[in-house]
């Protein structure tokens, strides 16, 4: 520790205390006797830029750049005089509650979504600090900007809205050299990389480079509602190419202007970069997002093995249905075993489901084979039964002996579903017909309509509500308002992602898991699904409110680690406490003194 003496008085500067849990200055810490005392007459400027210069603190106009360390006008007067901030911010000191209430006045003024997600992401890039903290206590307000709907506009619009470049942009023009970009990337201690290749980003499609959105997007829920420190997370855009036309003749297009790679030439790709994060950042869980089907399930099943990797898409949303499902039942009662689920649409997210729900049949007793019947698919060409000669892959053991139907209202009519799960990404398909078909067959029918964002919903809230005269047990991936309905305010559930994948990474990383298992999200839906209220299941939402993500973001590490433990995949000594110290593992965002 310095002590200086200043005008007389002692001044203590606690820099080696305040950033020694700031990573990237550790080595620079290492290299100064913090020990060393300066006493005596005023502490001249240069003595004072020399002191700040060892621990490699920036000073002045570069320390207002810096995202990471600004605090805007919140820096104290012995702060502004130390680091040389005089005359370089307003004269009155604030704090950051009144930051806060000048933001959310900004945000609110902004006319339109877009709008709004620009405002946060240019807080972001000046001041992380007060960015996270807004969030986390208006998670609710800001949930639906920083991610979906307002996300997937803003990939559709990427390429005409950028700003700046965030996390790592690695081309096929990169081969050979990927370790190295790696490397250019400023903070060593990763622990989370979330990485997409563009192909399918949420319901939209092919959107190439411009899908980094979605990367940034998940990482900064990480950090809002788990507590993982933004330091330790990376975004990273695998630019491979595009088959959107229209992507390749926008001149304002960020990635490759060329066909997707495919086969062998893409998997080399793929696997050079699988290498080179085990290279640069060894103790890092990668989650592949928003990747084609044709590779998505070929990735998760060639790497969950060898590396510490999941598939959100897959894993996470057959996580969140799971539990709410088991909400559901709560609500209209029965096993799960008793029902018989539709899902419509047969992709990555709909496999991921009927490979949850098969998983929890199995705990009540059912064969695999009697689990897989209980669960029935609808794909873009109709029913998917055995006497289909098109199906392939992942959709044959789901495949059930039954006449072809090609009509949904007619296959809905027949099968007599007790739950209806939309991850189509098709607007408006569950038409009224069909959802007054399912409160006909179901007193209290289960619909979810899971498809992102909300330009891909299988139907509204109020289209199921209305429909089912206020009997729908619904939930959506997108937020919908609250509907009134005959005297009764019903607030439908939002079954979001967000609900199970930022508490999976952080169990893992608390765990320090070599691997990701099914049986980590099976745990991830049961303690969701225990987390719901008799007074959210009242109201008609089978998960809790947004407003507690944090809570149940804990509860889920919590269940991730204990899995990780039994099977014994964690590489860190099991904690007397596991609750505890994952909560003391939780980033707060707040801002740190200086001096």
């Given amino acids: 520790m310095y002590k200086v003496t200043l005008e007389g008085e002692d001044a203590v500067i606690r820099i080696k205390r305040n950033l020694m849990n700031q990573e990237r200055f550790s080595r620079l810490l290492d290299l100064v006797n913090l020990e060393a005392v300066l006493e005596g007459g005023r502490f001249a400027a240069a003595k004072e830029k020399i002191l700040i210069g060892m621990v490699g603190l920036p000073t002045g106009a570069a320390l207002l750049r810096d995202p990471v360390?600004?605090?805007?006008?919140?820096?104290?007067?012995?702060?502004?005089?130390i680091l040389g901030l005089r005359g370089l911010l307003p004269a009155r000191v604030q704090t950051m509650e009144e930051q806060v209430q000048r933001t959310l006045e900004n945000f609110r003024k902004k006319a339109g979504n877009l709008e709004k997600y620009l405002f946060l992401i240019s807080l972001q890039d000046r001041n992380k600090t007060l960015f996270y903290r807004v969030v986390?206590?208006?998670?609710?307000?800001?949930?639906?900007?920083?991610?979906?709907?307002?996300?997937?506009?803003?990939?559709?619009?990427y390429g005409h809205i950028f700003r700046r470049p965030r996390g790592i942009f690695i081309s096929a023009k990169d081969r050979g050299r990927i370790s190295e970009l790696l490397r250019n990337w400023p903070q060593r201690e990763v622990r989370i990389i979330v990485v997409t290749d563009g192909e399918r980003i949420l319901g939209l499609g092919d959107l190439g480079a411009d899908g980094m959105g979605i990367p940034v997007g998940k990482l900064t829920l990480y950090t809002a509602c788990a507590g993982i420190h933004h330091a330790h997370t990376l975004p990273v855009t695998l630019d491979v190419g595009t088959e959107n036309e229209e992507l390749l003749n926008d001149p304002l297009y960020i990635g490759l202007k060329q066909r997707r790679l495919r086969g062998a030439a893409y998997d080399d790709f793929v696997e050079e970069f699988i290498v080179a994060v085990q290279?640069?950042?060894?103790?890092?869980?990668?989650?592949?997002?928003?990747?084609?089907?044709?590779?998505?399930?070929?990735?998760?099943?060639?790497?969950?093995?060898?590396?510490?990797a999941l598939n959100d898409d897959i894993q996470g949303t057959g996580a969140v249905a799971l539990a709410g499902l088991y909400s559901a039942l709560r609500i209209r009662g029965g096993k799960l075993k008793d029902q018989k689920f539709l899902i419509v649409g047969a992709g990555e997210a709909g496999l991921g489901i009927a490979a949850l729900i098969a998983a929890a049949l199995a705990e009540e007793g059912l064969t695999p084979e009697e689990a897989r019947q209980r669960c029935w698919f609808v794909d873009s060409k109709g029913l998917v039964v055995k006497s289909r000669g098109d199906l392939r892959g992942r959709k044959l053991p789901y495949a059930q002996e039954h006449e072809f139907i090609w009509d949904l209202q007619t296959i809905v009519e027949t099968l007599k579903p007790t739950a209806l799960i939309g991850v189509s990404g098709k607007q408006g398909l569950f038409t009224q017909p069909i959802l007054e078909a399912m409160g006909r067959i179901n007193d209290k029918p289960i619909i979810f309509s899971l498809s992102n964002p909300t330009s891909r919903a299988e139907c509204t809230a109020a289209d199921a509500y209305t429909?089912?005269?206020?009997?729908?047990?619904?939930?959506?991936?997108?937020?919908?308002?609250?509907?009134?309905?005959?005297?009764?305010?019903?607030?439908?559930?939002?079954?979001?992602?967000?609900?199970?994948?930022?508490?999976?990474?952080?169990?893992?990383?608390?765990?320090?898991?070599?691997?990701?298992?099914?049986?980590?999200?099976?745990?991830?839906?049961?303690?969701?699904?225990?987390?719901?209220?008799?007074?959210?299941?009242?109201r008609g939402s089978v998960y809790p409110p947004l407003a507690r993500i944090r809570e149940v973001s804990a509860a889920?590490?919590?269940?991730?680690?204990?899995?990780?433990?039994?099977?014994?995949?964690?590489?860190?000594?099991r904690p007397e406490d596991i609750p505890a110290f994952i909560k003391s593992l939780m980033y707060e965002p707040g801002y740190q003194s200086y001096v």
Avoid: W
């Fill in 69 to 81: 360390l600004n605090k805007d006008a919140a820096f104290t007067e012995a702060e502004r005089e």
């Fill in 467 to 538: 429909a089912t005269g206020g009997r729908a047990i619904f939930a959506s991936g997108s937020p919908f308002d609250p509907v009134d309905l005959e005297g009764k305010t019903l607030a439908p559930a939002q079954g979001n992602n967000v609900y199970i994948f930022p508490g999976v990474g952080l169990g893992v990383i608390a765990s320090g898991a070599r691997h990701v298992t099914d049986e980590m999200f099976f745990a991830a839906a049961r303690a969701l699904a225990s987390l719901v209220t008799a007074d959210d299941l009242a």
């Fill in 136 to 157: 986390i206590d208006h998670i609710q307000e800001m949930m639906p900007i920083i991610y979906t709907p307002t996300v997937g506009q803003a990939c559709l619009e």
């Fill in 279 to 308: 290279e640069v950042f060894p103790r890092t869980l990668i989650q592949f997002e928003d990747f084609g089907n044709v590779n998505a399930f070929r990735l998760l099943e060639r790497y969950r093995d060898r590396i510490c």
């Fill in 556 to 573: 889920i590490a919590a269940a991730v680690a204990e899995v990780a433990y039994a099977q014994e995949l964690a590489t860190r000594p």
